[in-house]
Each structure stands twice: as structure tokens, then as C-alpha cells.
């Protein structure tokens, strides 16, 4: 079952300009991350953000979590078409003492040159 | 440099036939997954290993079997019991996935033809 969804499934935007795409995730985590997949390769980790914390920087990526809406975004700045991609959310979820990850169905982005 | 390899790229495989994708990592992760990704789709877990010798099923198990008698390694096989095999398959590792997140290998897209 998904435990991650993100919003929107596509979004195609103009060099320059910022992205932003939503995660919603259903049951509490411990923390929530983030990764890239270019078409056809494997994912890439970009941000992992903790249950306590609010806000995460790395380049030109931010993360937010707020767990009282069980909802994380992340927003990628000034973007360049290098950028396009799909990202996918990822939550943990503990099971008889070990922890595994729930990966959403993803946001394609497309940046136009 | 370190990383995970997933060999071969490319797989096809004909009805009824059993075939094992290769799972190799040399950056001394406990943690091994292999995840199913259909086109446009999230990743579905299929077996996860924490520890050499031990496994778990992920949520998609039916129709798979892994082993884990090496730390590097952790094959995952594709029986004639998997109804629709087809699919792209990516394996990661972990050190610790709450502190560190996932390696992913670049993939192998299954076919059956």
C-alpha cells in the first residue's frame, strides 16, 4: 500500500522559475525523504528530513514537514532543465523492529529551456 | 569508488522461465532492498535483508525469491509464479536508512517475451 502520494503527478515549467510538489503521507514517521530518478535509472537521494524538524536546505533544494497535516513539499529554485526528473517522496514505516520505506507514486517535472 | 551494481541492464525472460537479476554493493551496507517500479509508477518493496542469512517480504513478494549469503550481494530471483514479470527492478542499500538514506543501482528492466 502507498503510504506517500505526491501532488501534482506532472508539472512542466519554464527554466528559471521554481517547482514546487507535495508529499501527503497517511500514518507517522520518524522522517520523510526525497529522491530524483532520472528516466530510466536508478533513484537518487537528495534531502532527508526528521519528525522534529521543520525545514531543510541543501543548493538550491527546500524541504519542508509539517506532521500536524502529514504533509512535506519540496521546492527546487531557480531551476535549469537539468532539473527534469522524477521525484518521489519516501516515509518510513517500522515493522517488527525493523524500518522500511514507502515510496509515493512521484512527480514528473519537465523544465523547458 | 564504491557503489551498487545491478546486472544485467536489460533481461528478457520467456513464459514459465525462472531468472535471477544480480545485486552487488561494495560500500559495506547491512541493508539490501529490491523494489518494483511499473511504468509511470512509485516503487513497490519486494524483500528486504538487514543482516546476512535473514530476510523479510515487502508487500509484493508472491512470485520471488532472494538470498543473502554474503554481505555484498543479494540476488533476487523471478519465478514462473509471477503472473506479470515485466517491469523495471532497482536494488538498494542502506548503512542506516534513518540516518542515511538509500543507494539505488540503476536498474534492470525485465521483459517477457
Known amino acids: 500500500s502507498q503510504q506517500g502520494e505526491e501532488d501534482p503527478q506532472a508539472l512542466s515549467i519554464q527554466e528559471g522559475e521554481n517547482a514546487t510538489m507535495n508529499c501527503s503521507y497517511k500514518?507517522?514517521?520518524?522522517?520523510l525523504q526525497w529522491y530524483r530518478q532520472n528516466s530510466g535509472r536508478g533513484l537518487v537521494h537528495l534531502i532527508l528530513?526528521?519528525?522534529?524538524?521543520r525545514e531543510k536546505h541543501s543548493g538550491r533544494l527546500r524541504v519542508t514537514l509539517d506532521t500536524s497535516k502529514k504533509s512535506s513539499s519540496l521546492l527546487i529554485t531557480a531551476s535549469r532543465a537539468a532539473d527534469t526528473a522524477s521525484y518521489f517522496c519516501?516515509?518510513?514505516?517500522?515493522?517488527?523492529?525493523?524500518?522500511?520505506?514507502?515510496f509515493g507514486t512521484g512527480t514528473r517535472l519537465k523544465v523547458l529551456a | 569508488d564504491g557503489g551498487i551494481t545491478q546486472s544485467p541492464k536489460y533481461l528478457f525472460r520467456k513464459e514459465g522461465q525462472n531468472v535471477t537479476l544480480s545485486c552487488e554493493q561494495n560500500?559495506?551496507?547491512?541493508?539490501m532492498y529490491w523494489y518494483r517500479q511499473d511504468p509511470g509508477q512509485g516503487l513497490r518493496l519486494i524483500y528486504y535483508?538487514?543482516?546476512?542469512?535473514?530476510?523479510q517480504k515487502g508487500d509484493i513478494a508472491e512470485g520471488y525469491s532472494v538470498s543473502r549469503e554474503k554481505k555484498e550481494s543479494f540476488p533476487l530471483t523471478v519465478t514462473s509464479a509471477q503472473k506479470n514479470p515485466t517491469a523495471f527492478y532497482l536494488c538498494?542499500?542502506?548503512?542506516?536508512?534513518?540516518?542515511?538514506?538509500?543507494?539505488f543501482g540503476s536498474g534492470t528492466r525485465l521483459t517477457v517475451v
Open positions: 538498494a542499500s542502506s548503512a542506516n536508512p534513518n540516518n542515511y538514506g538509500y543507494t
Open positions: 500514518t507517522s514517521i520518524n522522517n
Open positions: 528530513i526528521r519528525s522534529n524538524e
Open positions: 519516501a516515509t518510513d514505516r517500522r515493522t517488527s523492529g525493523t524500518y522500511k520505506y514507502i
Open positions: 560500500l559495506n551496507h547491512d541493508a
Open positions: 535483508s538487514q543482516i546476512v542469512n535473514d530476510f
